[in-house]
């Protein structure tokens, strides 16, 4: 429980302090050498920030425990090489052209597509294996899939799923069947959606009405 954690940290942090003298005086060594940056948030950064070239720091909180810094220096800031940028960016790059390929894949694709008839589905539909194997798409996969379907005007498309799978469909035929409750759900937000769209209409209308009055005028002024 909170009272047993909360008791073994702060007998913890007993025997940090008394390691931290240890190591401060050179009675200890030190575990082992590493080089940090100032995104590793989990390293007390803003302490680091503020100490000298071999100062030891006071035990500060860190995974469940305790951690004792000693700072050997600070490199400084410097451009990374094209190598280090090269690895950096890579990896991005291929993700991007993995992407472009496959959405060209699938594009070209749709003109020959039959696929298979899933039945009806609604944007809240759950997957059914027996329709759609988890091979295909899994349960999030599948709820991303609709989403997109159900966001287009779209009757044949496709939906990139992430960099190596992209799913193709087509609409045949839509109805509406819901219930009660479903319908009282989307008729709420479709009311909301029709107020925010006129009040955008409004606002628009308004600003149109003011920019006849007041025409703008833009000035510069020189240094």
Do not use: C, H, W
Not at 18 to 29: E, I, P, Q, R, V
Not at 67 to 82: A, G, S, Y
Not at 180 to 196: A, C, G, I, P, V
């Amino acid at each position: 429980n909170e009272v047993a954690k909360d008791y073994a940290l702060m007998q913890l942090k007993n025997v940090a302090n008394a390691k931290f003298l240890d190591l401060k005086n050179g009675k200890d060594n030190f575990q082992k050498d590493q080089n940090i940056s100032e995104s590793d948030v989990y390293y007390p950064i803003d302490l680091l920030s503020k100490a000298k070239n071999g100062d030891v720091l006071r035990p500060a909180p860190y995974n469940n425990g305790y951690i004792i810094v000693k700072l050997n220096k600070v490199d400084p800031i410097r451009n990374k090489t094209f190598e280090e940028a090269r690895e950096e960016v890579l990896p991005m790059y291929l993700s991007e052209q993995t992407r472009k390929n496959l959405e060209e894949k699938a594009k070209n694709s749709l003109v020959n597509f039959k696929g298979d008839d899933i039945g009806f589905v609604s944007r809240d539909s759950s997957r059914e294996s027996v329709k759609v194997s988890d091979k295909i798409l899994n349960d999030s996969e599948f709820a991303y899939f609709l989403m997109n379907v159900f966001n287009t005007d779209q009757n044949s498309s496709y939906v990139v799923i992430n960099d190596n799978k992209a799913i193709l469909y087509k609409i045949n035929k839509q109805k509406l069947d819901m219930n009660s409750d479903k319908f009282e759900q989307y008729k709420t937000m479709l009311e909301q959606n029709l107020q925010n769209l006129k009040a955008n209409e409004l606002k628009q209308e308004l600003v149109d009405e003011l920019k006849k009055i007041y025409p703008i005028k833009i000035y510069y002024k020189g240094n």
